[in-house]
């Protein structure tokens, strides 16, 4: 059972009482850029602002942790900013926060229960009508159905809930939304804004779903590992990659400054190139595509919320996200360890424990 108030209003409401009651200055959400062609991040001051906000768009233009981190990382405790994201967006926020790369203090966290986004390529396709795009996607969420069409990676989706924000907008089956506390700081909001508060049981179509994406996210990493199998698996799916780096940039856990795989560590000089040709008749460029993979595998995979940018952003349409899944999966299960899920469990790649691996190390 959780406290709880019903939002006959929808979220936008629940943001302009927010900060009508002064819990939060302002708000980072999606809001339509002004042609209507498409929607971004945003930073809302005024609740009068609120009326482009669109919360629910079923797009992520970029991972909400990326933006928020950016913006939140040397804000002092006083701050109270308010952000609505999806659930591997709080996930990837909270391992930024391991990383002191956010202050999670001086956030507000508003969860929306996800079904799952569409494409980029969709939703910037001229003949989406995108609010459209957003009706029908309210109308599947109210009536507790899959909507067809979102990214492979949100199908496989195992973590789509709202529990680890401070406030859970929990919406799957309901004619309104039901809004849940999951933190004192959401507790506290909630009593001040309404009373009396409901004592619901979080709702059973929401855990409806989790059993079909498990499933789903099995398949998925059956089919991964069997394309992957091998130096030669590895080489034939990373193939077609241009090494643009995209999958890099708009990554929330590639938490470095400086990346190894930009530096002039990678500006070879003619003769490494002439030495490669002695032992082939050709070489592939640019060089060094697949250690630039495995790399940035070995240094956030354990991190890796399956949040599906990577992927989205691909030009070469390699499933990265699904690849990043299904191994980041296999890796967390070695530590034990879920990405986002506790605070206070330290990072793997951070932390070393002399109980570990004992039978590799001896
Ligand atoms: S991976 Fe997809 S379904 Fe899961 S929370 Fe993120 S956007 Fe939603
Ligand atoms: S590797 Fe891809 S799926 Fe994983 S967190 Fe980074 S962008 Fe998201
Ligand atoms: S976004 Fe795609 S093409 Fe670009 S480096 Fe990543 S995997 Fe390669």
């Known amino acids: 059972m959780a406290k709880a108030v019903r939002l006959e209003e929808g979220v936008v409401s629940l943001l302009r009482d927010l900060m009508e009651a002064g819990i939060i ?134 973590n789509p809930l709202p529990d680890l924000a401070d406030l859970g907008v929990w919406a799957r089956g309901q004619a309104s939304p039901l809004l849940l506390a999951h933190s004192p700081k959401g507790a506290r909001a909630l009593e001040t804004m309404f009373s009396p508060l409901e004592e619901v049981e979080i709702p059973a179509a929401s855990y409806e779903i989790l059993s079909r994406r498990g499933e789903e996210a099995q398949r998925m990493r059956q089919r991964i590992k069997e394309t992957i199998r091998g130096f030669e698996g590895l080489t034939e799916i990373f193939g077609p990659c241009i090494g643009c780096h995209n999958c890099r940039s708009v990554c929330p856990l590639c938490y470095c400054r400086d990346c190894f795989f930009t530096s002039a560590c990678f500006d070879y000089p003619p003769e490494v190139y002439l030495h490669r040709l002695q032992h082939r008749r050709t070489t592939r460029l640019p060089l060094d595509s697949l250690l630039f993979h495995l790399g940035r595998m070995t240094h956030m995979a354990g991190s890796c919320v399956a949040c599906g940018m990577c992927e989205d952003v691909c030009p070469a349409a390699i499933p990265i996200a699904q690849i990043f899944k299904t191994i980041g999966a296999e890796i967390q299960q070695l530590f034990g360890y879920e990405p986002g899920k506790r605070l206070d469990e330290p990072m793997p790649l951070v932390t070393f424990r002399t109980d570990e691996f004992q039978d590799i190390g001896g």
């Open 25 to 158: 200055e302002a708000v980072v959400t999606l809001r339509s850029v002004p042609q209507e062609r498409s929607v971004v991040w945003s930073l809302v001051p005024l609740p009068e602002a609120l009326s482009s906000v669109h919360p629910w768009f079923p797009s992520m233009p970029q991972n909400g942790a990326k933006v928020v981190s950016r913006l939140s990382k040397q804000m002092d405790n006083s701050s109270r900013l308010g952000v609505v994201l999806r659930p591997c967006e709080i996930r990837a926020l909270r391992e930024l926060a391991k990383l002191g790369q956010t202050n999670l203090d001086c956030l507000f966290i508003i969860g929306l229960e996800c079904l799952g986004v569409f494409p980029l390529e969709r939703i910037f396709s001229e003949e989406t009508e995108i609010f459209q795009v957003e009706r029908d996607y309210l109308e599947h969420l109210r009536a507790g159905e899959d909507i067809p069409g979102i990214r492979a990676i949100c199908r496989a989706c195992e």
